[in-house]
């Protein structure tokens, strides 16, 4: 059963921080998302990648966010520095897009607390 | 715009009963439809999606919906309900082709009743 993969689970850290987010998509995807929840927003999506490349991110606070795929089996999301706004649940989602169709998998999520 | 519209944002249903979720959505075109689960504290799950064909389209947990295009809808059932049915559910939709965002409803809590 494949699933999409995200450590940590839960993070706890102070104002300044550098926070760095995981996921490993499902094996054989070619699209890679990041998405934030909280309850005020929602599901905001913060980037978008397809074969590795960033296609999107005009979701993402480009001053302390950032997000990259080294490799088709790992996604990172970084925020440098962390702020209390930042407290949410993060979720990666891959899928296979295909002839103009796409379903997309979720991970667990990391939820994070900056204090 | 376009929009995903979820007229409840809080169900309660008695265990065995019967349930529908609404879910109406506002694209230029048919877009491609979902329904996912979120339980507390985890991920959303797929329960079922429709791309085209047979507009009663079947999902796990013994969830269905239905494609109604006169109406632009997507409504979820399921014929009984089980306490582990408890979570959110949110329709979801994307336009066809190439890169399409996922325009989320706010969600619908379920609440079961033993």
């Known amino acids: 059963d494949a699933r999409v993969t995200q450590t940590p689970r839960h993070k706890v850290t102070e104002m300044g921080q550098e926070v760095t987010m995981r996921c490993q998509p499902i094996?054989?995807?070619?699209?890679v998302f990041w998405y934030r929840q909280t309850m005020m927003q929602g599901l905001e999506l913060l980037a978008y990648f397809r074969n590795r490349a960033p296609l999107d991110d005009s979701g993402m606070p480009k001053d302390r966010f950032s997000a990259e795929m080294p490799d088709a089996t790992l996604a990172t999301l970084k925020i440098q520095p962390s702020e209390p706004r930042d407290s949410a649940v993060y979720f990666c989602a891959s899928g296979w897009l295909a002839g103009g169709q796409e379903t997309q998998y979720f991970g667990p999520g990391t939820r994070l607390l900056v204090l | 715009a376009q929009s995903v519209t979820q007229p409840d944002i809080h169900i309660t249903v008695s265990e065995g009963a019967s349930l529908e979720l609404r879910c109406n959505y506002s694209?230029?075109?048919?877009?491609?439809l979902f329904w996912y689960v979120q339980s507390p504290g985890q991920g959303l799950q797929l329960l079922l999606k429709y791309f085209s064909g047979d507009t009663l389209v079947q999902g796990i947990k013994g969830f269905e919906a239905e494609f109604k295009r006169s109406q632009s809808s997507f409504n979820l059932r399921k014929p009984s309900v089980h306490w582990s049915d408890a979570a959110e559910y949110f329709c979801?939709?994307?336009?066809?082709?190439?890169?399409?965002?996922?325009?989320f409803g706010a969600g619908t809590r379920l609440a079961v009743h033993p």
């Open positions: 979801v939709a994307r336009g066809v082709g190439g890169y399409n965002k996922l325009i």
């Open positions: 694209y230029g075109a048919t877009p491609y």
């Open positions: 094996l054989g995807h070619n699209t």
